[in-house]
């Protein structure tokens, strides 16, 4: 199969493409997360269990995007030090800005996945069932970061649009490079 940047594909194969892209994005983030504030703090336990389950929700994908044949975004590799540096960055701030970071991209990503689901309707049973599955978990770890602090972080309007609009662009771009 050839493609080219751009291509005109399925509508099920950029979703798949840009969902694998934002979980490994969101494994990225928690790993720099946890790089900064190492195992040991309550926040530090809370963004692991997060992590575990994006960990799961990006096996799932990758298995799909292998299963179907779809072609994966050539922007993993940016997205790799992106997500990285955006989760050091905000857990350098503290702790309640990494948990920003989090209700910005989870807010994205729920409404996102709603998308995503009114989209597909009953086509592909298969990835409705997992977007609808993996939504409720994102809207839990929306909510968690929310109770664990998220608002308190200074300037957080501003960390929380400056995120929610990277979240936005890197999903355009995921979805057709």
Same mark, same amino acid.
């Given at each position: 199969? @050839?493609?080219?940047?751009?291509?005109?594909?399925?509508?099920?194969?950029?979703? &798949?493409?840009?969902?694998?892209?934002?979980?490994?994005?969101?494994?990225?983030?928690?790993?720099?997360?946890?790089?900064?504030?190492?195992?040991?703090? #309550?926040?530090?336990?809370?963004? +692991?269990?997060?992590?575990?389950?994006?960990?799961?929700?990006?096996?799932?994908?990758?298995?799909?995007?292998?299963?179907?044949?779809?072609?994966? /975004?050539?922007?993993?590799?940016?997205? +790799?030090?992106?997500?990285?540096?955006?989760?050091?960055?905000?857990?350098?701030?503290? #702790?309640?800005? =990494?948990?920003?970071?989090?209700? =910005?991209?989870? /807010?994205?990503?729920?409404?996102?996945?709603?998308?995503?689901?009114?989209?597909?309707?009953?086509?592909?049973?298969?990835? @409705?069932?997992? &977007?609808?599955?993996?939504?409720?978990?994102?809207?839990?770890?929306?909510? /968690? =970061?929310? =109770? @664990?602090?998220?608002?308190?972080?200074?300037?957080?309007?501003?960390?929380? /649009?400056?995120?929610?609009?990277?979240?936005?662009?890197?999903?355009?771009? @995921?979805?057709?490079?």
């Amino acid at each position: 199969m @050839s493609w080219k940047p751009g291509d005109r594909r399925d509508t099920r194969d950029r979703m &798949v493409r840009v969902d694998q892209a934002g979980e490994y994005g969101a494994t990225r983030i928690y790993a720099g997360q946890l790089a900064v504030m190492g195992d040991r703090t #309550p926040a530090a336990r809370t963004i +692991n269990g997060m992590a575990n389950q994006e960990e799961r929700h990006r096996a799932f994908f990758d298995a799909m995007i292998a299963a179907r044949g779809v072609r994966p /975004t050539l922007l993993q590799p940016f997205w +790799n030090v992106a997500g990285f540096a955006l989760g050091a960055a905000t857990a350098a701030i503290g #702790p309640d800005a =990494a948990m920003a970071c989090t209700a =910005a991209i989870e /807010t994205e990503i729920d409404l996102h996945y709603q998308q995503q689901l009114q989209e597909l309707g009953d086509d592909d049973p298969e990835l @409705s069932d997992a &977007v609808d599955r993996f939504r409720e978990e994102e809207v839990e770890h929306l909510d /968690t =970061a929310l =109770a @664990s602090g998220a608002e308190n972080t200074f300037g957080y309007p501003v960390l929380f /649009t400056l995120i929610r609009t990277g979240c936005r662009a890197a999903i355009a771009l @995921s979805k057709r490079i």
